[in-house]
């Protein structure tokens, strides 16, 4: 299944904060997230994509690299680059790893600033 319009990979720019690869990975992350790239939803070849986003062919290659290691795409020889049935859910998790630590590290600084744990989840319940 894949989805239906253009993929929005920009903005990509070196004018942008973070390395070119990053952008693309988060791009990609993004485009998943939002369900226009769809498990089993093919990715343009590195070559169309470098093409398309004017960097090399090394940055493509980098990016859809990590992505792979870390479980969001999959690579078949001779047939592509494609969304991994559990790509959405590894994004997912990692957003609620993000989000753990973030929350840990409020607490922990919390704590040093002289609050209580009634204070910490006022101000928490507060944000919610």
């Not at 485009?31 to 398309?52: F, T």
């Not at 795409?73 to 994004?91: C, K, M, N, P």
């Amino acid at each position: 299944m894949t989805p239906r319009g253009p993929l929005r990979f920009g903005p990509i720019s070196p004018a942008a904060p973070g390395p070119l690869y990053e952008q693309i990975v988060s791009a990609v992350k993004r485009e998943i997230a939002a369900g226009r790239l769809l498990p089993g939803a093919p990715l343009p070849s590195v070559r169309a994509l470098a093409a398309e986003l004017l960097v090399s062919l090394i940055t493509i290659k980098r990016a859809y690299e990590e992505l792979e290691r870390d479980g969001i795409i999959y690579s078949r020889q001779g047939l592509g680059t494609f969304v991994a049935d559990t790509g959405a859910d590894e994004i997912a998790r990692a957003g609620l790893e993000q989000a753990r630590e973030s929350m840990a590290q409020a607490v922990r600084d919390g704590r040093a600033a002289g609050l209580s744990d009634k204070d910490l989840i006022d101000s928490l319940k507060k944000e919610l």
